[in-house]
C-alpha cells in the first residue's frame, strides 16, 4: 500500500464477500442480473474516478476555499468535471430501478463505491452525498408530480439537493425554528426566514438546487411537532423538470471553516423580497419524520465519511512508517549501527494497531448497516425486513458517532507518527484531521446521538431492538465459541454484553421519571456501548479470519488474515475494558455535572 491508496482493497473484499456475504444479495429478484463480477465492475470505476478526478483536487480545494465574489460562489474548476464524471457514470442513481436509470445495485456495494469517493476528497462527495439523500427524500414522501419535477434533474446531475434545517437563533434546537411558511390560493406556499451552516447550499455546479426546508404554517403548534417540510428550489421549476426564474433564494454569505473547505458551508435568506415559493412535502406538521429519513441515511454517511478520513490517515501513516528511518531499539549501545524504519519501534507500531482497528473495526460496522438497510427493502419475509428496520434505528447513532469520535483519534495518532512532519502542511495528515473535526458536530452532535441513544432507542418497543442485537451478539459468541483460538474473546465480550443489559435495566425506571438526571451522562453510554458493538465487529472479522486460516489461506492471504486477529486481539485487550468501568460510572448516577453551578467557571 502506498500514501495514495484510498483504502486497502483487500480489506474492502474482506468485508463485502467474506463478511457481509453479498453475492447472496444476487439470488433476490432486485439483484439478480448482478453478480460479483458486476459487483467488481463498479467499484473499479468509482476506484478509478476517484483516484483520477477527486483526489488530486483534494488539497487545492481545501487551500482554495470557495468565495462570495460578485453574488455568486467561486470554487476551484477541477470541482465540476469531477461531479460530471460521477453523475455520468450513474452513482448518484446507483441504488436507483433501471427503469428509472439507475443501476439497481445494493446499498452495500453502492456505500463501498461511496467510500472511495469519501476516501478521496470528502468535500467534493458532500453535494452528491446530499442530493442522492434529498432525492429519496422526495422519492418516498413526494406526491406524483414533484417526483416528476424533481426527481429526473436530481437522479441525473442536472439539480443539486440541500436540507435546511439550522436557524441561526435555534441550533440544533429544532423546537425553535421559526422559518414561516404562508398558504397561497395556488396550493403553494410564501416561505420566509434564515437558515445557517447549509452544506452546498449555494454553488454554479448544477442547474438549481433543491432545499428541503423545515418551517412553520401559520396555525402550527409549537415544538417539533409544529414543522413541516417544503421543497424550495433556487429557481422556480415547471411541470416538466425545467428551471426558469429565481425564487427569491439569496446567499447572505459563505461561512469559513476548520475543515471540509471545499464544500460551500452557506447562510441562505428565503423569501426577502416576499417572492420565495415552496412545496409541502408530506403531511402539515410531520416535517420532521420526513427529515429524520434523509437525516438517518446522512448520519450513516457521516460515519462512512469519519471512518474514510481515518482510514486514509491510517494508510498515509503507514507507508510513511515503512519509509522513515529514525532511531535504534533500546538498549542498542552501537551509534553507527544503521537506524530502523519507524514501524520497528513499540511506540509506533502501538499507534499504527489502534488505527487499524479503529478504522477497519469501524469500517466493517458500517457496511454492516449498509447491508442491513439491503435487508430492510429486500429481505425475503415481512419479519426479517422489519427486524432490520429496528436494528438498524438502534445502531444507526453508533455508526454515526463513534467513527466521528476515534476516527478522529486515529488522525491524531497518524500525525503523531508523522511527529513534526505531520504538523506541517507538507503531509496530508494534518488536513485528514481538520476535515473529520466537523463529524462530531453535525447532523447530530456526540451529546444529542448519546441522550437518542440511552433516552429513546435502547427503551423502544419495550427493548425489542437491544433484544434484537443481543440475539445478533450471541450467534458470534457461539461461532467464536466453536474456534479454541477466540474462546477467551467470547467470554469478555458476553461480559461486556451483560453488563450493558444490567446498565439498562438498572437505568430503565430513571430514564422515564427524571430524564434529566439519567441523561446527564448519557454520553458515557455511546462510547461504552459503541465499544462494544466495535468489539463485536471485531469478533465477526476474527471469526472469519480463523476460519480461513483453518481451511488453508494462501501465504499473503495468510499475512492478511493474521493482521485481523492481531487488531482484534488489540481491541480486546485495549479498548473493550474501558466498558466496565464507564458503564459503572453511569450506574452510579455522578451528579457532578448537575450540581456544578454556571457562575462556577
Known amino acids: 500500500m502506498t500514501p495514495h491508496d484510498l483504502i486497502s482493497s483487500r480489506d474492502l473484499s474482506f468485508q463485502l464477500f467474506e463478511v457481509l456475504d453479498a453475492v447472496s444479495l444476487t439470488r433476490r429478484p432486485r439483484y439478480a442480473e448482478h453478480s460479483r463480477e458486476t459487483f467488481e465492475a463498479a467499484i473499479a470505476t468509482a476506484q478509478a474516478i476517484a483516484l483520477d478526478l477527486f483526489a488530486p483536487h483534494n488539497r487545492e480545494a481545501d487551500e482554495t476555499e470557495p468565495q462570495f465574489v460578485d453574488g455568486r460562489v467561486q470554487m476551484v474548476a477541477a470541482v465540476a468535471p469531477a461531479l460530471r464524471a460521477f453523475c455520468e457514470a450513474g452513482f448518484l442513481s446507483a441504488t436507483d430501478d433501471e427503469a428509472n436509470g439507475g443501476m439497481q445495485l445494493p446499498v452495500l456495494v453502492a456505500q463501498a463505491c461511496w467510500s472511495l469517493f469519501r476516501s478521496a476528497n470528502i468535500a467534493t462527495t458532500s453535494y452528491v452525498g446530499l442530493t442522492a439523500a ?219 494497531l489502534a488505527q487499524k482497528a479503529y478504522v477497519e473495526g469501524a469500517y466493517s460496522l458500517a457496511m454492516t448497516a449498509a447491508r442491513l438497510v439491503d435487508e430492510q427493502k429486500t429481505g425475503e419475509t415481512e419479519q426479517a425486513r422489519s427486524e432490520a428496520a429496528l436494528l438498524l434505528d438502534l445502531l444507526t447513532p453508533v455508526v454515526k458517532s463513534w467513527p466521528s469520535q476515534w476516527c478522529l483519534e486515529a488522525n491524531s495518532l497518524a500525525i503523531q507518527v508523522l511527529g513534526g512532519y505531520g504538523y506541517t502542511r507538507e503531509y496530508p495528515v494534518e488536513q485528514y484531521w481538520r476535515d473529520n473535526r466537523l463529524n462530531m458536530i453535525h447532523e447530530g452532535t456526540h451529546g444529542i446521538q448519546a441522550m437518542d441513544l440511552l433516552g429513546r432507542k435502547v427503551l423502544m418497543k419495550q427493548g425489542a431492538a437491544l433484544d434484537l442485537f443481543g440475539k445478533h451478539v450471541q450467534t458470534t459468541l457461539d461461532q467464536a465459541a466453536d474456534l479454541p483460538e477466540l474462546r477467551v474473546y467470547a467470554l469478555e465480550l458476553g461480559a461486556a454484553w451483560a453488563d450493558v443489559r444490567a446498565t439498562v435495566e438498572t437505568l430503565r425506571a430513571s430514564l422515564v421519571s427524571d430524564p434529566r438526571t439519567s441523561l446527564a451522562n448519557a454520553h458515557l453510554f455511546l462510547d461504552a456501548f459503541g465499544h462494544l458493538v466495535i468489539a463485536w465487529s471485531w469478533l465477526r472479522q476474527a471469526v472469519v479470519a480463523e476460519r480461513a486460516l483453518k481451511a488453508g489461506a494462501s501465504e499473503a492471504d495468510r499475512s492478511f488474515y493474521r493482521g485481523k486477529l492481531q487488531a482484534s486481539r488489540w481491541f480486546f485487550r485495549w479498548e473493550l475494558p474501558r466498558v466496565t468501568s464507564q458503564l459503572a460510572l453511569l450506574r452510579s448516577a455522578d451528579d457532578t455535572v448537575l450540581t456544578t453551578s454556571a457562575d462556577w467557571f
Not at 168 to 186: F, I, K, V, Y
Not at 288 to 311: D, K, P, S
Open 134 to 352: 434529498n432525492g429519496n427524500v422526495i422519492r418516498r414522501f413526494g406526491s406524483e408530480a414533484q417526483k416528476r419535477r424533481y426527481l429526473g434533474g436530481l437522479r441525473a446531475g442536472r439539480f443539486f439537493g440541500t436540507m435546511a434545517l439550522t436557524e441561526p437563533q435555534a441550533g440544533s434546537s429544532l423546537s425553535d425554528l421559526c422559518t414561516r411558511a404562508t398558504p397561497l390560493a395556488d396550493g403553494h406556499y410564501a416561505i420566509r426566514g434564515q437558515k445557517i451552516f447549509i452544506s452546498g447550499g449555494d454553488h454554479e455546479l448544477a442547474e438549481t438546487i433543491v432545499h428541503l426546508v423545515l418551517a412553520r404554517l401559520p396555525d402550527a403548534p409549537a415544538g417539533v411537532r409544529g414543522l413541516s417540510l417544503f421543497i424550495v428550489p433556487k429557481h422556480r421549476v415547471d411541470d416538466q423538470g425545467c428551471v426558469g426564474e429565481p425564487n427569491d433564494v439569496a446567499l447572505a454569505g459563505l461561512i469559513h471553516k476548520c475543515g471540509w473547505r471545499g464544500t460551500t458551508s452557506t447562510m441562505l435568506s428565503f423569501g426577502e423580497n416576499n417572492q420565495c415559493v415552496g412545496e409541502l412535502i408530506g403531511s402539515p406538521n410531520e416535517g420532521l419524520a420526513c427529515m429524520f429519513h434523509m437525516m438517518n441515511e446522512a448520519r450513516i454517511g457521516v460515519g462512512m465519511g469519519a471512518i474514510m478520513l481515518g482510514y486514509r490517515g491510517y494508510l498515509a501513516s503507514l507507508a510513511y512508517a515503512r519509509e522513515r528511518v529514525q532511531g535504534r531499539h533500546p538498549g542498542a549501545k552501537d551509534p553507527t549501527a544503521p537506524q530502523l524504519p519507524l514501524i520497528e519501534h513499540a511506540d509506533v507500531r502501538r499507534m499504527l
